[in-house]
């Protein structure tokens, strides 16, 4: 799996329960630790799951990536030295972005200004859409 945020992880567990070996490549934004950004309430019930049903994930923690091919993904670590990983299945799980196409086309055909939440202002968690809808229904 490309990547190691908390949509990485997700996938990791879903395809380790279903006992496929599973080896997470984290890109430099994630530090070298799994899901780093998740909340710490959170991680803790994900690691304690994982380690329930007898999961470990081996993460190889701040790499670039070469190439993908039919046997696997070519990674790059930071001395520069290369490695091969060997895969049947390549998931990139790297994140996601904002995304405003919407608002963007159709710009002031409903509301002056249009009230953005979520993904559109800021790609992140349902609760943070949940607080910007909260808050802007109470402007509206």
Same mark, same amino acid.
């Given at each position: 799996?490309? %990547? %190691? !945020?908390?949509? $990485?992880? !997700?996938?990791?567990?879903?395809?380790?329960?279903?006992?496929?070996?599973?080896?997470? +490549?984290?890109?430099?934004?994630?530090?070298?630790?799994?899901?780093?950004?998740?909340?710490?309430? $959170?991680? =803790? %019930?994900?690691?304690?799951? =994982?380690?329930?049903?007898?999961?470990?994930?081996?993460?190889?923690?701040?790499?670039?990536?070469?190439?993908?091919?039919? !046997?696997?993904?070519?990674?790059? #670590?930071?001395?520069?030295?290369?490695?091969?990983?060997?895969?049947?299945?390549?998931?990139?799980?790297?994140?996601?972005?904002?995304?405003?196409?919407?608002?963007?086309?159709?710009?002031?055909?409903?509301?002056?200004?249009?009230?953005?939440?979520?993904? +559109?202002?800021?790609? %992140?968690?349902?609760?943070?859409?949940? #607080?910007?809808?909260?808050?802007?229904?109470?402007?509206?």
């Amino acid at each position: 799996i490309i %990547g %190691g !945020e908390l949509v $990485a992880a !997700e996938v990791a567990e879903i395809l380790a329960t279903k006992g496929k070996n599973v080896t997470l +490549c984290d890109i430099p934004a994630g530090g070298g630790q799994l899901a780093a950004s998740m909340e710490i309430s $959170a991680k =803790m %019930g994900y690691n304690k799951l =994982m380690a329930e049903r007898g999961i470990t994930l081996p993460l190889i923690p701040n790499i670039q990536f070469k190439e993908i091919t039919d !046997e696997g993904v070519s990674v790059v #670590h930071p001395d520069g030295r290369e490695q091969f990983v060997e895969a049947d299945t390549v998931v990139i799980a790297a994140g996601y972005l904002a995304n405003d196409g919407l608002a963007k086309t159709l710009g002031g055909k409903t509301w002056d200004p249009p009230y953005l939440i979520g993904d +559109c202002v800021k790609a %992140g968690r349902i609760f943070g859409a949940i #607080h910007d809808g909260a808050r802007v229904g109470r402007t509206i």
